[in-house]
């Protein structure tokens, strides 16, 4: 049963959104709905106390080391902020990223990879993986990372781990999917069972980004929709997703896809909660228990 703060700041959200409709948000160009998005998240985020934030250019890209202190010296996430492939940034997802590897006791490496339109399928795939190939060239091997994204950010940790199986290079440790959008056709039950009660997603808005995603190729692009994949080989994976949004369908094919593959995979499906809501950090218990539950996961597999 999800909790009693919960209801209320679903409540908010419904009516930031139809506030944000009622002034043409929609109609807005790419450059100004980023504008927008990360001064609303310059006004809302926090990151955890006495969190470091070093920036980096690593091949041309924008990239920065979170630091939070360490309990797992040595160990990185590499993490892959969402927003349909199309917006959003560190401004946007540092909080979130921070929290994850405070709760994990390691460091977090967040990358900026390109945006469509103007970067369209590949380009957010061969940055992500360009940035774990800097990593290994750091010195860390393949056991010493682990992926980490919510919504678009989760499709790349998979699309990007898939280049590197195909490829025969060394996978990271495991994969963390925060709302995981996989299933670029929409073609899940929860699309339309859930269309109504989703507080921030929108189907239309959702095809749209996908289209302007993949450019000319199909939406059913094995790397463009991993649950077209065959997963086999992947790392295990950690699952979170709620009933409120209309990507839970894209979570649980994820997850018995993997199985099918024999992925070692965990999926957990929140009552009541919707898109990232692990996004609200401190201000909502589901945040904190699942950050808490994610860095769990993610100590499990480096103590392994």
Known sequence: MSSFQSYFFEKAIKLSVKKAVKKGIRERGIEEKREMLDMAASK???LPKNCQVVPLQLDGLYAEWLATGTTLPGKVV???????????SANT????????GKAA?????????????????PAAIEDAVNVYRWLLKQGYTENDIIF?????????????????????????????????WVDLT???????????????????????????????????HPLISPIFADLTGLPPLFIQSGTHEILQSDASM????AKDANV????????????????SGDLLPEAKKATREIGQFIKQIFKT
């Open 264 to 279: 070692n995979v965990s999926i957990k499906v929140w009552d009541g909660m919707w898109h990232v809501w692990q996004i």
């Open 105 to 121: 006791g390691v460091n977090v490496l967040f990358p900026e990879y390109r945006l469509a339109p103007e970067h369209p399928f």
């Open 44 to 46: 809302m985020g926090k």
């Open 93 to 100: 997802h540092r909080p979130l990223a921070a929290r994850i």
């Open 186 to 220: 929409s073609s899940g039950e929860s699309y339309q069972k859930n269309r109504e009660i989703d507080p921030y997603l929108s189907v239309k808005a959702v095809m749209e980004a996908a289209r302007m995603y993949a450019g000319t190729e199909s939406l059913d």
């Open 148 to 180: 980490a994204g919510d919504s678009a950010g989760g499709g790349l940790c998979l699309a990007t781990a898939l280049v590197l199986r195909d490829q025969n290079e060394p996978l990271p440790a495991g994969i963390v999917c925060l709302s995981p």
């Open 78 to 88: 590499l993490y892959l902020h969402g927003g349909g492939y199309a917006l959003c």
């Open 254 to 257: 994820l997850a018995a896809k």
